[in-house]
């Protein structure tokens, strides 16, 4: 009875005082360790990926070297700007599914000798292999990113991938060496990261895990070289058997990363409109997003089992939100808006990794262009950013940095009769002394109230920038292309060694302390 009294006079004191949107607030807490830093937060969590898929090559980053849209080698100057802009740090090609169906040789010496083939995986469209081995590498120096090659473990044979690895990779003179020389490339690219297949459950073969780590074992064998990091293909979501499977028959020596891959959705069968969602869609998609955490913790315990030195990388080389295309297009394209959930999904789940990050040292954001949740999408000489863009731009702060480990108390987003963690958060110092906080605010309908401890450092001053929007499914498009993009935030108050912030629905800050 005292404690509703005394709730009563809080809420009309709020009332009368000016302060009632407090009533419709949140509280949560937070503690940053920055007494305990923690190790480095590896800038491959901030990868990208480009597969030969609807609008993401063709028409997208590549519109061919006779384009009237500005370009080098045929290769978009916007979209390399854009992406030089986030620090893209590896860019993942061929595929995904495509991958296992790709013969690099098609793709090398003149363009009108090469091989017109079809695309039997994504809309069965024409693949002139007009942007091929050299395209892709030369773009990634424009970049100034590295790549990260998926080799054919599918329709391919053992000879091909060696064969590939020796073409982009081998110094001295060999039958591989001197044809990349014929076709124009006098030094090798020095190619470190390798897929050894591509999603070997499904598209890449239907493999039982058994089997695949006899394929691993064999391919692995013959890709030769120094400096060479291989990727397993790894499980499916909760696939924990897989992981299982593969670290226990794959020699620790043999293979540098496993993979994952998890996209978020309301349901796989249901996935529903990218724009124009209802809160429920909203909310399973956030949910089936923030079991990132709950896949990498689970599958980390099966790696730590086998390889309590953590010699082995996690690669979340696929991951993102995955929605009905839009309407009118290619449904073998996946061309799909891109909206503050998408931007939700992204904050959160780059949380996830840095927070993760002592055994997730590679992900892959699917795809970069035109396909899922794209950070660019183009329509002719036009190009836009999405407000994942702004997202990864907005966290490249954490590349590279020191993990500041977090301990969170927060409420709960509450839909129906399920719930779901309102706020994320990771932090970071950076090699100048920096600190940087990216919180995300996922309730649809509340602001947060965040109050954060800071244990065993001092700072003076705090700026910061956000993303927030009045609508979930706000996006910007080739008409209004900067409907969405941070501005300033000014939430955010330090007093008493104590950080104060009010975050607004369904937004995300990145601030800096200093
Ligand atoms: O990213 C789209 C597809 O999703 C990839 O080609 C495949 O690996 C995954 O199933």
Redesign the pocket.
């Known amino acids: 009875m005292f404690k509703r009294n005394l709730i009563q006079t809080l809420s009309l004191f709020l009332f009368f005082t000016g302060n009632y949107q407090l009533l419709m607030a949140q509280q949560t807490t937070i503690t940053l360790r920055a007494d305990k830093p923690s190790g480095q937060i590896s800038k491959h969590i901030y990868g990208h990926f480009a597969?030969h898929?609807g609008r993401c090559i063709y028409d997208g980053f590549y519109v061919g070297e006779n384009s009237s849209i500005p370009n080098t080698a045929g290769v978009r100057n916007d979209i390399i700007a854009a992406l030089k802009n986030l620090n893209i740090p590896n860019l993942r090609w061929p595929?995904?599914?495509?991958a296992d169906r790709y013969h690099w040789k098609d793709g090398i010496g003149p363009k009108d000798k090469r091989p017109s083939v079809v695309n039997t995986m994504w809309g069965g469209v024409t693949e002139d292999n007009s942007f091929g081995t050299h395209d892709f590498l030369n773009m990634c120096k424009l970049l100034g990113t590295e790549p990260y090659l998926a080799g054919n473990t599918g329709s391919g044979t053992v000879q091909e991938l060696s064969d590939w690895v020796q073409y982009v990779n081998f110094e001295g003179k060999s039958p591989m060496s001197d044809l990349r020389v014929k076709n124009g490339q006098e030094k090798p690219w020095d190619v470190k990261f390798w897929g050894v297949g591509?999603?070997a459950w499904?598209?890449g073969g239907n493999m039982t895990p058994e089997y695949y780590v006899g394929e691993y074992r064999k391919y692995a064998t013959f890709m030769e070289g120094h400096n060479l990091f291989k990727i397993a293909s790894g499980a499916n979501v909760d696939d924990y058997h897989w992981t299982e499977t593969l670290m226990k028959g794959i020699p620790l020596n043999m293979m540098n990363g496993i993979a994952l891959?998890h996209y978020s959705f309301p349901a796989w069968d249901k996935k529903g409109p990218a724009t124009g969602f209802t809160e429920q869609q909203y909310f399973e998609t956030m949910k089936t997003a923030l079991r990132m955490d709950e896949l990498i913790t689970k599958h980390t315990a099966i790696m730590d089992k086998y390889d309590p030195g953590k010699k082995v990388g996690l690669v979340v080389d696929?991951w993102g939100g995955w929605f009905d295309v839009e309407t009118g297009t290619n449904p073998g394209f996946?061309y799909q808006q891109n909206t503050m959930r998408d931007a939700m999904i992204a904050g959160t789940t780059l949380n996830i990794f840095n927070n993760h990050s002592d055994r997730v040292k590679i992900a892959n954001l699917?795809?970069c262009v035109n396909v899922?949740q794209a950070v660019i999408l183009t329509n002719k000489e036009k190009m836009l950013l999405s407000p994942t863009y702004h997202v990864m731009e907005m966290y490249k702060v954490h590349q590279n940095a020191t993990l500041i480990p977090v301990e969170v108390k927060t409420d709960d987003y509450i839909f129906g009769n399920d719930k779901l963690p309102s706020v994320s958060v990771s932090a970071s110092k950076d090699a100048m002394g920096l600190t940087h906080v990216s919180v995300v605010n996922i309730n649809k309908s509340k602001d947060e109230m965040i109050e954060i401890d800071i244990t065993g450092q001092q700072y003076n001053s705090v700026s910061g920038r956000i993303l927030t929007s009045p609508g979930i499914d706000d996006h910007n498009t080739f008409e209004n292309p900067a409907y969405v993009k941070p501005v300033v935030f000014n939430g955010a108050v330090l007093k008493g060694g104590k950080l104060k912030i009010k975050l607004p629905p369904f937004s995300i800050a990145v601030l800096e302390l200093k």
Not at 95 to 98: L, N, P, Q, S, V
């Open positions: 597969e898929l595929g995904g599914c495509f591509n999603e499904g598209c891959h696929e996946l699917a795809q899922l």
